[in-house]
C-alpha cells in the first residue's frame, strides 16, 4: 500500500537514540542546528522534520515510506540508501548518505519537503506527521508513555 499526499496524519515519534531526547507531538517540526548538543539543536515550524548533523534517529515503523510530495517513494521491509547525507526536497530527490533504511506501514510527509541528514538511521512504524509543532521530553522513552 502506497499513500501519497495524504495530509490527514495524526502524530510523530522520533527517538534520538545517542542518549539525548525524544520528540513527541501531534505535528512534525523542523530540526535543525548542530547536533553535537542536541539540548541547543531544536527549532520548531514547518511542513515536516528537518535534521542536520550527526546522529542516529529511529522513527519507528513497518510497509512504505512516502517522502515530499511526489517524488520519492520508498516501499517495502528491505528498502536501504546507503550514504552520507540525505536531500528529499519537493520536486527533486538526490540520495546519499551513510546508511539509510526506510521500511514501515504507512507513512508521508507533505508537500515541498526538505530533509537534511547526515550519518542517520531511519525506520518507521504506523507514525504519521503533520505541520505544526512538538514536545520535548528528556531521556528515552517509548511511544507508549
Do not use: R
Request: hydrophobic fraction near 50%; charge should be negative; glycine fraction near 12%.
Amino acid at each position: 500500500m502506497i499513500t501519497q499526499g495524504n495530509k490527514e496524519h495524526h502524530g510523530l515519534y522520533v527517538e534520538v537514540m545517542a542518549g539525548y531526547d525524544v520528540i513527541q507531538g501531534s505535528n512534525a517540526a523542523f530540526l535543525t542546528g548542530d547536533v553535537t548538543d542536541l539540548q541547543e539543536m531544536w527549532h520548531y515550524a514547518g511542513d515536516a522534520p528537518v535534521l542536520s548533523g550527526d546522529v542516529t534517529v529511529t522513527v519507528q515503523a513497518s510497509d512504505v515510506i512516502v517522502l515530499a510530495g511526489d517524488i520519492l517513494v520508498l516501499d517495502g521491509d528491505a528498502t536501504a540508501l546507503a550514504g552520507d547525507v540525505i536531500v528529499l526536497d519537493g520536486d527533486t530527490t538526490v540520495l546519499a548518505g551513510d546508511i539509510i533504511v526506510l521500511a514501515g506501514d504507512v507513512t508521508v510527509l507533505a508537500d515541498d519537503v526538505t530533509v537534511l541528514a547526515a550519518d542517520v538511521t531511519v525506520v518507521v512504524d504506523d507514525v504519521t506527521f503533520v505541520a505544526g509543532d512538538v514536545t520535548v521530553l528528556p531521556g528515552t522513552c517509548g511511544p507508549d508513555w
